[in-house]
């Protein structure tokens, strides 16, 4: 299996930055993609942005404010966030799509969650 453990939350003000850290391990044959996803309360989970080897993905809502980037250990990835809103307030969960041997299929792996609150 593969653990995801994520760390950088916090709670800070609107127009404040924080950056999330989330580290994989365990059986790892490749990881093909990392991400992040947020949930707020009485919202459904959300991409917030995911990078493969080449490609890096946001959502409209975070576009020019948040930066994902891996770590030069393929299996790291990172969150900087910046010009935080009050909307931005979520439990946020690290992703991995990964392989654990040659032989098996991706399979999606999910961190534990790290809270941001971002106070008005």
């Known amino acids: 299996q593969v653990q995801l453990v994520e760390s950088g939350g916090g709670t800070v003000q609107a127009g404040g930055s924080l950056r999330l850290s989330c580290a994989a391990s365990?059986?790892?044959?490749?990881?093909?993609?990392m991400g992040w996803y947020r949930q707020a309360p009485g919202n459904q989970r959300e991409l917030v942005a995911d990078?493969?080897?080449?490609?890096?993905n946001y959502a409209d809502s975070v576009k020019g404010r948040f930066t994902i980037s891996r770590g030069n250990a393929a299996n790291t990835v990172y969150l900087e966030m910046n010009s935080l809103k009050p909307e931005d307030t979520a439990v946020y969960y690290c992703?991995?799509?990964?392989?654990?041997?040659?032989?098996?299929?991706?399979?999606?792996?999910w961190g534990q969650g790290t809270q941001v609150t971002v106070s008005s």
């Open positions: 990078i493969t080897r080449d490609k890096a």
């Open positions: 365990g059986s790892i044959f490749s990881i093909n993609t």
């Open positions: 992703y991995a799509a990964a392989r654990t041997t040659y032989f098996t299929n991706v399979l999606p792996f």
